[in-house]
Each structure stands twice: as C-alpha cells, then as structure tokens.
C-alpha cells in the first residue's frame, strides 16, 4: 500500500514551451502533496505544499507563475513548468500525504526533466 | 531556526565493514525524524523514522538509528556494509508549522569498496 505514481519519469522539452509532470496516490486519499526540486548531487528543496482544493503554498523564491501547481482531486497533483528554460532542468519528485493514516508521507519514483 | 544537518558529505567504506551516518537538528521540541535512500536518478525510500518512544529504531536493510536527544542527534548506523547500499542518504526532519513538511539534509553519499 501507499504507493505515489510520477508521470512521466523523464521528460525532453524545448525551451518556452510547457510540460506537465503527475503525482498520484495510487491507493489512498492524498490530502496534501508535497513538490520537490533536486539538482545533481544537492538534497531536495521543497518548492510548494498543496492541498485538495486550494491554492498551493509556495516556498520562499518558488516563482508561482512559472511552476504552477493543482490539486484538483484527492489522488491527484500537477505541476506544470511554464515556458521553461534550460536552467529548470532537474529533477522533479512529489511526495503524499494521508493525514488519517500519519504523518508519514510517500515519495513518488521523481521525474527527470530536461530542457533543451 | 528549526534545521537539520548532515555533517558528511562523503563517506567511503569496505564492505563488511560498519557504517554510521550523522545528522543533528536544531528544532525547540522532539522532532519527528526520518532517514531515507535514494539510488541514482531514483525516488526516496524510507529507511525507518522516529516520532517517539524507544529511541533505537530498527528500520529495513538492517539499517538502525539512535535518536539522543541530549546530542540532538539521530545518527543512522549499519554493522555491516553491503556493495548495494551504495547510495545517497538524507536524514529528514518533520517540521510541524503550517502543513507538516519535511526538511531535508544535504544528504550524505555512500561509496562502499568491494
């Protein structure tokens, strides 16, 4: 159980244009969802917090117009970089959270995106 | 400032040899903290975590910590090394203001020696 799906695992895009990276819970009920950004070699920083059907909580310096994020459903978050640029280049991971179940929350496998 | 710390940012062992990976927090009340492993280009797998009680916690891949409160530490410990646990670890803190977000160490990558 409690399993996080990412789509896709890796993306090529060409610069200014969109691209839109899934996370779904799988088997439970997502109230919030975590996005991460990881550069080679760094940790993981945390761009924005969502919950289901409101507007996210972005992180200090996350631009909210360049990476939007959408929580429509329970199972369901997406985050969309606009018009990307080569330095958005990263790896991208999703991680959810089922407040009746814990605290704990369950990484999705991350999604490599590349701007070219 | 509520932070955690991963003081190693490279540690190379032999394998069968132990391990021990350190992280401090800096946070005003018992945190909840977590270790997780990440291979390349891979998701985050939880190791084990620690919100309260016994303060050795077994975790999977015979992987344990230690969490000390007096050292504000929770140091993450393996008797005995494999090849396959070569990989990036972090050391994760639950920081309870706003929506319970996890805070991330810088991460310590493992290399193991045949």
């Known amino acids: 159980g409690a399993v996080v799906s990412q789509h896709p695992s890796w993306v090529i895009c060409k610069s200014g244009t969109s691209v839109k990276i899934e996370c779904r819970s799988l088997d439970f009920q997502a109230t919030t969802m975590f996005w991460y950004r990881q550069f080679p070699k760094q940790s993981l920083m945390l761009m924005a917090t969502s919950n289901e059907g409101s507007k996210a909580t972005y992180e200090q310096g996350v631009e909210k117009d360049k990476f939007l994020i959408n929580h429509a459903s329970l199972t369901l978050s997406t985050l969309t970089v606009t018009s990307a640029h080569p330095e958005d280049s990263s790896f991208y991971i999703c991680s959810a959270r089922d407040l009746s179940g814990g605290i704990e929350a369950f990484f999705g496998q991350g999604t490599r995106l590349t701007v070219v | ?114």
């Open chain 2, 1 to 114: 400032a509520q932070s955690v710390t991963q003081p190693d940012i490279h540690i190379t062992v032999s394998e069968g040899a132990s391990l021990e990976l350190r992280c401090n927090y800096s946070y005003g009340a018992t945190p909840y903290l977590f270790w997780y492993v990440q291979s390349p280009g891979q998701g985050l797998q939880l190791l084990l975590k620690y919100f309260s009680g016994d303060t050795l916690v077994q975790g999977i891949k015979g992987f344990e910590a230690e969490f000390k409160r007096s050292q504000s530490s929770f140091n993450l410990r393996k008797p005995s090394v494999h090849w396959s646990d070569a990989a990036e670890y972090f050391c994760a803190f639950l920081f309870s203001g706003g929506y319970n977000k996890l805070i991330f160490g810088a991460g310590t990558r493992l290399a193991v020696h045949p």
